[in-house]
């Protein structure tokens, strides 16, 4: 033990000797001499009358002023008593604490079962009584005749309230909770579609679509790093199809947006049709892929999973491809379709996040082996 450590339990010992009125100390190692637990310090401020117990005292004992066989009293009014054969002495005390507990116990199964002075009475109606007497009037009670306790019922709770739910209706219940779920998220989607809608019309410059789509994605990325990360998925051949995915994607868009001269939605050069293909096709792997886990994740689906409404999400993409084509009409199209790049960038992660944590994740496990 640290000095540190010494000198902060010396301190709450000295803190609860004047608060006490009987210590007793066991700290006895035999063939060496015994450690000094209460020192002078601590019998300074013990209060007058109070009791030490030293069952150390054969080796030296446990406090200060401890003197092997004898009963010393301090200056200040406190008691140290230093026997060493306690064990001898305290064959009397022993015998008079039993005895006093079995009077009790007697007393409790007749003379005090019906107040009445003078009155004996066993009283079967006891469980303690009637558990132990094997024998009553001459007859035999046990074991036939013994009841065995059985504790009081537990008082009622709130769930024994709960009314219990066939499956039809918790599946319907589940239904109910999972449209309330997308009609909240789609909402949700709608406003940031807006947003982004309205940021793309009003900014000065596609650098701050540029400076946003950063924050955006950067921000959106670094909380799934750390929120959105399952072991269990990560799975060779996962990775490397979303690595080699999502990189021809990223290059088909920055071909795209490189060198643009019209600002049209049609390629006007070689490296924007070879960017506008690689996004396609990215596109055609990302969306098949996702399409085909879909169904994967269909066969593990049990009866009572509750149904999935991602026809909630129509509303915002039509929103945001309304908008597309509203600001091609007015030529604002570059600011515009970055910030809705935003937007797809966004559902792409998210609609990776709830493939990763779907419930029904058998498939993803048995690639892993």
């Excluded at 601590?42 to 009358?49: E, I, Q, Y």
């Excluded at 059985?150 to 309230?161: E, I, L, M, N, V």
């Excluded at 399952?230 to 060779?236: G, Q, R, T």
């Excluded at 929103?319 to 937007?343: Q, T």
């Amino acid at each position: 033990m640290s000095d540190e450590y010494k000198a902060a339990q010396a301190k709450l010992m000295l803190e609860q000797a004047g608060d006490v009125d009987v210590i007793i100390t066991t700290a006895l190692i035999p063939g060496r001499q015994a450690p000094i637990l209460v020192n002078q310090e601590m019998l300074d401020v013990m209060k007058p009358g109070s009791v030490l117990v030293d069952l150390a005292a054969a080796n030296g004992g446990n406090v200060a002023q401890t003197e092997a066989n004898k009963v010393i009293t301090t200056s200040n009014g406190v008691t140290i008593i230093g026997y060493t054969d306690l064990p001898s002495r305290l064959a009397s005390t022993s015998s008079s604490l039993f005895g006093n507990n079995v009077a009790k116990f007697i007393l409790s199964i007749g003379p005090q079962t019906t107040k009445e002075k003078g009155m004996f009475q066993i009283d079967l109606e006891d469980d303690a009584v009637q558990n132990m007497l094997i024998s009553y009037n001459g007859e035999a009670r046990w074991p036939d005749k013994i009841t065995p306790f059985s504790p009081p019922p537990p008082p009622p709770t709130a769930a024994d309230d709960v009314v219990e739910m066939t499956e039809e209706e918790l599946l319907l219940a589940a239904n109910e909770k999972q449209k309330a779920d997308f009609v909240r998220n789609a909402g949700i989607a709608s406003l940031a579609s807006f947003a982004l809608l309205a940021f793309g019309y009003n900014a000065e410059s596609s650098d701050a679509v540029s400076l946003m789509a950063t924050f955006a994605l950067a921000g959106l990325a670094g909380y799934q790093v750390v929120w959105g990360v399952a072991p269990a998925l990560h799975s060779p051949l996962m990775a490397v199809t979303n690595a080699i995915s999502g990189m021809t994607a990223v290059g088909g868009m920055l071909l795209l947006a490189g060198g643009t001269q019209t600002g049209g939605i049609v390629p006007d050069s070689p490296a924007h049709w070879m960017g506008a293909i690689a996004t396609v096709l990215s596109f055609v792997n990302i969306a098949g892929g996702f399409l085909i886990t879909g169904k994967m994740l269909d066969l593990f689906r049990r009866p009572e999973d509750p149904k999935d409404y991602f026809e909630f999400y129509t509303v915002p993409a039509a929103l945001l491809l309304g908008g597309l084509g509203f600001a091609y009409v007015g030529g604002n199209l570059e600011n515009v379709s970055s910030s809705v790049a935003i937007a797809a960038a966004i559902c792409c992660i998210a609609a990776s996040e709830y493939t990763f944590h779907c419930r029904s994740f058998p498939f993803f496990a048995l690639l892993s082996e």
